[in-house]
């Protein structure tokens, strides 16, 4: 769309100012590689995010963590012969959902129970790994015991009453910290929100997609523009294995002209739209 703008085949409306003139939030690169040398583990939270939420919740100042997954667990895996559950339909791993005690698909809506036992090799050697925003409430909760904590995910949000409640206490400030997918990203002015935790800036970038990139910048501009929109200024902290990714550096400068100018270059050369066409062929 902003490539048929600069043609001349849209008209392109710019908006130059945050809304009451508010200052861009500061955006930290926090560098997992090395948290995980630090901690010799994969760490929910890095020190940094850590020490910027305890930070936050003794001036009474709000927390936004995003992570764009559902679930407690995004796999369950076994230790012995190395197999994964996965959905008899789409062949892509089952989450585990540890408020309803079962596996789920993402794509079909296919349940299953979860076996005591491998169904493969028989052992009892059954593990959970990868996490998504049921786990971070779970992991926040407990390393913040005084602080309250809640989850909006397609999950947790099953009745239109409950996203509304949700959003009236967090704006009413009786939420501290706020974990959600990607229904936080846009379009909510919290004004004492002056945190935004990006758990894992990695998950849509590594998607077999050329428009990956291009998402994950939005999404980090989308969710970073939720800080700092009262008059305490806000600060973003982004969790990646890939700093140098063009997206995450641009997206840290907020420099839409510049990513666009890099990921048009990149398309050219490879032959991607807007330069031709693409199509796509679904077999079922």
């Known amino acids: 769309s902003y490539y048929n703008a600069t043609i ?6 710019t908006l130059t100012q945050r809304v009451d003139d508010r200052q861009m939030p500061l955006m930290r690169i926090v560098d997992l590689r090395q948290e995980r040398r630090k901690e010799r583990a994969i760490a929910i939270l890095s020190e ?7 930070d936050r919740l003794e001036k009474r100042e709000q927390t936004i963590l995003f992570l764009n997954r559902r679930g407690f667990s995004t796999s369950l895996l076994c230790s012995n012969c190395g197999e994964a559950r996965d959905c008899p339909n789409c062949s892509v791993a089952l989450t585990f959902h ?12 296919h349940t299953a129970a979860v076996p005591k036992k491998c169904p493969a090799c028989g052992k ?3 593990i959970y790994a990868g996490f998504g925003t049921e786990k ?6 407990h390393i913040f015991p005084n602080a309250t904590v809640r989850r909006m995910d397609a999950d947790s949000m099953t009745r239109k009453q409950a996203y509304r409640d ?5 704006r009413a400030g009786k939420i501290d910290i706020l974990v959600g997918t990607q229904m936080i990203a846009k379009g909510l002015h919290f004004p004492n929100v002056t945190l935004v935790g990006i758990i894992n800036a990695d998950l849509a970038l590594h998607l077999p997609d050329f428009r990956a990139g291009e998402r994950t910048f939005q999404l980090l501009t989308q969710v970073a523009g939720r800080a700092g929109r009262g008059e305490t200024p806000g600060e973003v902290f982004v969790q990646t ?38 199509i796509l062929i679904t077999v079922r």
Not at 8 to 13: E, F, H, P, S
Not at 136 to 141: D, G, K, L, M, R
Not at 166 to 170: D, E, G, I, V
């Open 124 to 126: 009892d050697a059954l």
């Open 241 to 278: 294995y890939t700093p140098f990714s063009p997206s995450i550096q641009f997206a840290r400068h907020h420099d839409f002209p510049g990513y666009f100018q890099q990921e048009l270059g990149f398309r050219e050369r490879c032959d991607f739209p807007p330069f031709k066409h693409a």
């Open 136 to 141: 971070v409430e779970s992991t926040v909760a």
């Open 48 to 54: 940094k995010l850590r020490g910027a939420i305890a």
């Open 98 to 109: 540890r408020h309803v005690a079962r596996l789920s698909c993402h794509l079909c809506g």
């Open 166 to 170: 949700t959003l009236l206490n967090f």
């Open 8 to 13: 001349g085949k849209y008209r392109l409306a």
